[in-house]
């Protein structure tokens, strides 16, 4: 397996360009499912585990791709199986965003129940009411999802979500922009890469309207067609990137990007006592000689993002006092404590609250990812840590992070990557 090693104390600065999302990446290859009429060619695709690991799992059903300098074309006109494997999908929970457009394709489609993940229980029960609500029926057998529309063609519907789901919004969409009908989503998903999945099915010839808000209304079309199309930047790389000059009293600028969709990450950096100034399409970042104490409470868009909130927890052990941080979408998302601490941070969890004290000196030594953005908050730490921090598990941050330790290094930072052997 990969590791990095990390020697701390350097300052992070100079520019760096974001890459693209990956969150949003995932959904737009799976909407290319949904019709066989063309060749997709998508730009801005960030070379990531996750992505190469959903490009397989369209491969296995049946479609052409091909993925060289983050274009990926792919076609699906000569597909042979409308079924997900385990094998693919326990390597990653967005495979579910296939259920959707294979349904509404082919009226029929198995695919396996994601299982676990590292942090909390992460049901599916919404994907799978949005498609009963547009007039599948469902049932699961054997840890798969075996989903079939009753009559020809998927009704649209009215589905209001009980709580926000990005990706049973992403899921809803799919299925719902072929639906017979008009289909109205309450209490949608507002986050970048669904207003990004929304652009990316208008531009194959969908009607969607109210993107951007939570309610969203679908009229379904009998026909889509294969488009190109620009992938958009990734705002969690980005915001590690800024907490990479945060935590070593440096200076960034990321370049490609929308400041306004960082807009609260932003505020938490001004909270924390950083310069920040914003362009067009580039965010610069100056921190101070000590950081504040600043709390953070993860919810979903526009709120603080949950995917920073392990880097957050990180920098704000360099903090001059004590910070909270709650996370209201996975409340058990506290994985990175036990790491953190073994690095000499002091940090406890009350109830659902992680309570940091700082600032801490940091010691390195050999630390566990245990999931992608715990591993990015561990390589944060290890910026500042003195001595040698060893992350191991590095595929966890391959799967979400493109060429993070090239970007990092050009910055300044110090390190490397090597193999090691984990007993068994
Ligand atoms: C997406 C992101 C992930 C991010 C998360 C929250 C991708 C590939 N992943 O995950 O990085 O952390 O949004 O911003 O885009 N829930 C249910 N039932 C369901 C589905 C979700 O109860 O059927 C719950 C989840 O357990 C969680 C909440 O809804 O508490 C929000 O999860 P959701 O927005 O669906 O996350 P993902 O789309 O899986």
Same mark, same amino acid.
Do not use: M
């Given at each position: 397996m990969d590791k990095l090693l990390i020697r701390g104390g350097n300052r992070i600065s100079g520019t760096v360009a974001a890459s693209g999302s990956k969150n949003s990446a995932l959904p737009v290859i799976a909407a290319t499912l949904l019709t066989p009429d063309g060749t997709f060619t998508l730009n801005r695709i960030p070379d990531l585990q996750d992505v190469r690991t959903f490009s397989a799992l369209l491969e296995y059903l049946g479609a052409k791709v091909s993925f060289e300098n983050n274009v990926l074309r792919v076609s699906t006109?000569?597909?042979?199986?409308i079924e997900a494997p385990y094998e693919l999908v326990k390597k990653m929970r967005?495979? #579910?965003?296939v259920l959707g457009p294979l349904l509404s394709r082919f009226g029929h489609t198995r695919v396996s129940l994601p299982g676990g993940c590292a942090f909390g229980p992460r049901p599916v029960d919404l994907h799978i009411m949005v498609m009963e609500k547009l007039g599948a029926d469902i049932t699961i057998e054997k840890g798969f999802i075996d989903a079939k529309v009753k009559g020809s063609r998927l009704r649209g519907a009215r589905i209001d979500f009980p709580i926000s789901s990005v990706g049973a919004t992403g899921n809803a969409l799919m299925a719902a922009v072929t639906a017979s009908g008009t289909t109205i989503l309450g209490n949608a998903a507002l986050e970048p890469e669904i207003e990004c999945l929304c652009h990316f099915l208008q531009k194959m010839g969908a009607s969607i309207e109210g #993107?951007?808000?939570?309610t969203l209304v679908i009229e379904g079309v009998e026909r889509l067609r294969a488009v190109t199309f620009d992938n958009i930047f990734d705002r969690i790389e980005a915001g590690t990137l800024l907490s990479a000059a945060a935590i070593t009293k440096g200076e960034i600028t990321v370049t490609g990007v929308i400041p306004l969709q960082l807009e609260s990450v932003i505020d938490a950096f001004r909270r924390a006592g950083c310069t920040v100034t914003t362009g067009p399409d580039s965010i610069s970042l100056s921190a101070p000689e000590k950081l504040l104490p600043t709390d953070i409470t993860a919810n979903p868009y526009p709120a603080f993002p949950t995917d920073m909130q392990a880097q957050w927890m990180a920098m704000m052990t360099q903090a001059e006092g004590t910070s909270t941080i709650i996370d209201k979408?996975?409340?058990?998302?506290?994985?990175h404590i036990p790491e953190l601490n073994r690095l000499g941070a002091r940090i406890e969890i009350r109830e659902n609250q992680a309570i940091v004290h700082g600032p801490q000196e940091l010691t390195g030594t050999k630390v566990m990812s245990t999931d992608l953005r715990a591993s990015a908050c561990l390589v944060l730490a290890g910026l500042v840590a003195t001595d040698t921090t060893e992350v191991l598990r590095v595929y966890h941050l391959d799967r979400g992070y493109e060429k993070i330790e090239k970007k990092l290094t050009s910055l300044g930072a110090d390190i490397e990557r090597d193999r090691y052997q984990e007993f068994s």
């Open positions: 006109d000569q597909l042979k199986s967005a495979s #579910i965003y #993107i951007g808000t939570t979408i996975y409340h058990e998302r506290f994985n």
